[in-house]
């Protein structure tokens, strides 16, 4: 009699997913709107661990008044309100009824759990902070970078009678932009086959931390720098500002280890959406290129070295060679979607688990819009946890650049290395001490 009730209370709940993917999606009038780009991040064994903007002002942060302002500014971006509906092994995105609410705690919630609402983005505070935690299934750090613009806008309004421009930020009433919501993984990219893909060995140096381990606490270091400052030694050397920081970082790595006999990576994100021609897509849109450090650029100069890298970046970045590697992506969600279940798909994508690339990761999100409001701003950076080795993320915002170095590790060597980098180029900075942080995993499927 119990396996009927079962059976009964199970096709209930397949009938009701079946019924709120069919009638919802990110924004109002969307449905069925299966994750695709996000996909690999929700097979993972123990959950994904949140992406967060930490945003520190210089006052103490108004609860009501952050509220307000996030009211206001989740009218502009309705695929901030949504959770996640699975059905054999898929998800779905739909509207939350659920408002976003902005609390005060320094505890950061698991995304998809019931304590924030089972959303996807989460909206903290706690002294001069903001934390704006976002699930990477959901969309990438390009994609909420935005809303986290617009949120800042309307919160200095209010904070402090901002009468900032809201130049190049999307208001409450500015319509959603062309492709905004569209997914990028739906069918393949045309591009020139005549031409030769550009591909870089992986095979790179591993730092001795670069393994997988259990580690119940991460760390990061946040460095500050003028940005006049850095923008000119960038423009001096022929280098943006991601290889400018890939250089010293590199350099740094290869001056702690003489006898490092491959090259030393950093695997830059890079964004992609120009070259699938959905500039404005909030969905996930980045792949990963490396810029191997290789030992005949001890022999150069740092101008040599910035030209060298910029002209590999440029040829991977070839709008051809990157709708050719987007198509690549197709086979991987396409296999998926022809196994019946959860556990098959998690089977599948378990190898991500154990997945290491050498040497480090380096992702720059670009200039943070905030106009006049960058006065209030203390600092801003983005960072999570649960990564093997050594990450560094970038922003800029102000006249300022921000580094986070996270760490699955707690040592400053590397920081060290790097602070000294910037010595040698005569840049002033400012560095924090190693701190701790965790960023939760999510919730959203229920694990053994």
Known sequence: MSNIFTKIHGTIERNHK??????????????????????????????????????????????????????????????????????????????????????????????GHI????????????????????????????????????????????????????????????PLLKDETTEPNLGSYSFDESKQPVSVSRDAYAIPENIIEKHETDYRYDIQVSASAFMKACKAHHATPVILTSLLVSE??????????????????????????????????????????????????????????????????????????????????????????????????????GMLINTYFISYLGQMVVNENAQYIDTVGFYNSGAAGLGVNILSCGNKFCFNFKQSFESDKYVKAFLAGLDKLGIAYKASEAIPFLTPNDSIIKRK
Not at 65 to 88: F, G
Not at 128 to 148: E, M, N, Q, R, T
């Open 115 to 174: 304590s924030c609402g089972y959303h996807l983005v989460d909206v903290t505070y706690s002294g001069k902070s903001v934390y704006v935690s976002w699930h990477h299934a959901l969309c990438d750090g390009k994609g909420i970078k935005p809303f986290v613009e617009t949120l800042i806008w309307y919160y200095c309004k209010l904070r402090y009678n901002s009468k900032a421009s809201s130049d190049g930020i999307r208001l409450a009433n500015s």
């Open 18 to 111: 079946n019924i709120q993917i069919r009638s919802s999606g990110s924004t109002p009038g969307a449905k069925l709107e299966k994750i695709r780009s996000g996909q690999s991040y929700l097979y993972q064994k123990n959950g994904m661990e949140s992406e967060v903007f930490e945003i520190t002002f210089h006052k103490k942060i108004s609860g009501s008044m952050l509220n307000q302002a996030l009211t206001v500014a989740v009218k502009r971006y309705p695929y901030m309100n949504t959770k996640l509906v699975e059905l054999d092994g898929d998800f779905y995105i739909i509207q939350n009824e659920m408002a976003l609410t902005a609390r005060k705690t320094a505890t950061l919630a698991r995304l």
């Open 252 to 353: 740094g790595i290869a001056t702690l280890y003489p006898d490092f006999d491959k090259p030393i990576n950093a695997n830059v994100a890079v964004d992609i959406r120009a070259a699938l021609d959905l500039p404005n897509t909030f969905k996930n849109c980045v792949r990963s290129m490396p810029l191997p450090f290789e030992k005949e650029f001890l022999s150069m100069s740092l101008t040599e070295r910035a030209e060298k890298q910029r002209a590999l970046l440029n040829a991977q970045r070839d709008r051809d060679n990157l709708r050719r590697a987007a198509n690549s992506s197709l086979g991987l969600f396409e296999k998926l979607d022809s196994l019946p279940d959860y556990k098959s798909k998690q089977g599948m994508m378990d190898f991500f688990n």
